[in-house]
């Protein structure tokens, strides 16, 4: 029988989740918890507690309920980005840093470790020697050795920039570190087998991609794979099964991205189709049992629970916790190495979801830490699969989300385009839609063409085409919103992100018969300076080859060049310390605006980056839009 702990803290909030209208802090507070795993002896478990802006590294002893926590930080000076457990001692926590050297904005990862029960300090796991150069990305891990829990293996480029070598780091000492293999030219990430040999490098020289294999039989490096980024489909290496001949690969099968076994013994690369979706891209990694160490499944955001087993025994356990849990994602998050205990996450498009510590000879499931705990028991309304025809008949899928039960209901809507362009939506849950549901509006978030998920062509219809067909796909899926929800045609607003940003922008600009106003978060509004800034950076040719080089078509599709043209209200909100998107695209578009006295509203946040993970950036820049909406989608727009 299932049996189900809640804490007073939780039950606490829980009733403060049931007063209406629900608070801003109810969707923008940084999740309660995340990233909750199990240590491998299943004796422990970890997880990131966030708590008033701050992000803390908890650990709970199962059998005494103990719980302490071992690292901090205010997300400012640096934002954990991961963390695993080298042992069940010892945990490794990737920092992300944001730095400016030499005129030049970008963010540093290092690589710390700390003792589970708390004692110690908290420290690099890399230590410089003379003569080393720093590298930006020190996190790099490549094999965490199960079998030598005080080593791993590490990547990193600490004679030539970009060309990493492969280093066997003891974790006990603070400088001790071994050469495993060398650099090899342009090769950038590696690869070991389950036997933990390095077995496979990949990189790119300007813009072509490569692979070279380690041959176990003749002790050489051949090259497998090579061809030109944005030309042909990729080939994306997962990884090895315990049969070391035996490569995993994602690959092109009928224009979608499918799983491949590669038999990499023969010389001929023979290919052997595992997994495909005829819809939709595999885009996840793979599964491997711990017990057995070879591949029992994939994730796949398309399919039920957003994975798929190949292994009987683990289908059949999957679909024993669906039995249990029905109408729910449920997902393995985290096994013990005998895969006796486990960490279940389980969510729906109505709830995000919760945290639960199973136990499969007791049969037991209890309940341990909540994400979102101002909306626990709150049944959200959930997204919504839909298509459309663009305007030249390709179809477009999205996720309509409807306005709360217990609000009232606008006649109004938010077009939300995602970042990327590369990439796409899925139907979970995510705090940002929810936050507008909950206050009325009807939500729209089309997976344009040009997003990552629905095969090669799809997605290659994002290069050098920003501006275009992509921003005609955001006008039509408003134009099918209206004719198929209660939505009054003027009564539109486009807002995003990132891309998404640079779109509601150049929606400003195109298409204003459209949408009656639009708001950008972190959005590019200068294609020419992103290009001239990646000259500084080793992948120039690349975002070139993406965004284009013809000055003029960067010029014409650029939203800062055709301010005079904008007569619908805009809001701009931009971190200082966006290391993806410079502050620059912002102060730009609003000095040009402000000049010619347009309608426009700019807030800068202090200490900001790309991803709003900052909680009170994240607040406040949901109340900012949540105002400007208010103001601005007023008018004929109740019911």
Not at 136 to 160: G, S
Not at 220 to 245: K, M
Request: proline share 4%.
């Amino acid at each position: 029988m299932t049996r189900i702990i809640f804490s007073l803290f939780i039950l606490l909030l829980s009733s403060v989740a049931q007063a209406e209208p629900l608070p801003t802090e109810a969707f923008g507070l940084l999740p309660q918890s995340e990233q909750v795993k199990l240590s491998p002896g299943g004796k422990k478990f970890s997880y990131l507690f966030n708590y008033q802006g701050k992000t803390l590294i908890g650990v709970t002893n199962i059998e005494t309920g103990k719980n302490h926590f071992i690292v901090r930080t205010d997300n400012q000076k640096f934002k954990i980005g991961w963390y695993k457990w080298a042992n069940n001692d010892l945990l490794l926590v990737s920092a992300d840093y944001p730095v400016q050297r030499g005129g030049l904005k970008y963010t540093e990862a290092r690589l710390l470790k700390i003792r589970a029960d708390g004692t110690g300090t908290v420290d690099n796991v890399l230590r410089l020697k003379q003569k080393e150069r720093s590298p930006q990305f020190q996190n790099n891990i490549i094999d965490l050795l199960p079998d030598e829990p005080n080593y791993i293996l590490m990547a990193l480029d600490l004679k030539i920039a970009n060309r990493p070598d492969v280093y066997k780091v003891n974790l006990s000492s603070k400088v001790s570190r071994k050469l495993v293999y060398r650099s090899k030219s342009y090769i950038s990430h590696w690869l070991t087998d389950r036997q933990h040999r390095v077995r496979l490098g990949y990189g790119r020289d300007e813009t072509k991609i490569f692979y070279r294999l380690h041959d176990l039989e003749t002790d050489e490096w051949r090259n497998i794979w090579e061809y030109e980024i944005f030309d042909a489909p990729d080939i994306t290496p997962l990884g090895f099964g315990l049969n070391p001949s035996h490569l995993y690969i994602r690959a092109i099968h009928n224009d979608r991205y499918a799983i491949f076994m590669v038999d990499v013994s023969s010389k001929q690369l023979i290919r052997t189709l595992v997994y495909a979706d005829e819809n939709y891209d595999i885009e996840g990694s793979l599964i491997y049992s711990k017990k057995t160490n070879d591949v029992i499944g994939v994730y796949h955001g398309e399919a039920n629970d957003a994975k798929h087993f190949f292994d009987p025994d683990y289908a059949k356990f999957q679909q024993a916790l669906n039995n249990a849990i029905p109408d729910a994602y449920n997902n393995i998050a985290s096994v013990s190495d005998d895969e006796n205990k486990y960490i279940l996450f389980t969510s729906n498009p109505q709830s995000p979801g919760a945290y639960y510590l199973g136990d499969r000879k007791e049969k037991r499931l209890d309940f341990i830490l909540d994400e979102y705990p101002l909306l626990f028991q709150k049944s959200l309304p959930g997204k919504t699969k839909i298509t459309f025809k663009a305007r030249d008949g390709l179809k477009i899928e999205g996720y309509v989300t409807l306005p709360y039960d217990d609000v009232e209901p606008k006649n109004a809507a938010l077009i939300i385009p995602h970042g990327g362009p590369m990439a796409r939506n899925y139907g979970g849950f995510d705090w940002f839609s929810q936050f507008f549901a909950s206050r009325g509006y009807t939500i729209l978030e089309p997976n344009f063409r040009g997003s990552s998920g629905y095969g090669f062509e799809f997605e290659m219809a994002s290069i050098q085409k920003w501006g275009g067909a992509m921003q005609d796909d955001l006008a039509d899926a408003a134009h099918w919103l209206t004719e198929n929800y209660p939505v009054d045609k003027q009564g539109i607003c486009i807002l995003g992100a990132s891309y998404g940003g640079y779109a509601a922008m150049m929606a400003a600009v195109k298409q204003q018969d459209v949408f009656r106003c639009a708001a950008s978060f972190a959005g590019v509004s200068d294609l020419e300076y992103i290009v001239r800034k990646a000259r500084r950076f080793t992948n120039y040719k690349v975002v070139k080859k993406q965004i284009g080089d013809d000055s003029d078509m960067l010029e014409q599709n650029s939203p800062v060049n055709f301010a005079k043209e904008i007569n619908i209200p805009l809001l701009l909100i931009h971190g200082d310390k966006d290391r993806v998107v410079d502050v620059y695209h912002s102060r730009e578009m609003f000095e040009e605006l402000e000049d010619l006295g347009k309608q426009v509203e700019y807030i800068e946040l202090e200490n900001g980056n790309h991803h709003l993970e900052i909680e009170a950036n994240r607040l406040k820049t949901l109340n900012a839009f949540d105002e400007f909406l208010s103001k601005h989608l007023q008018a004929d727009t109740k019911l």
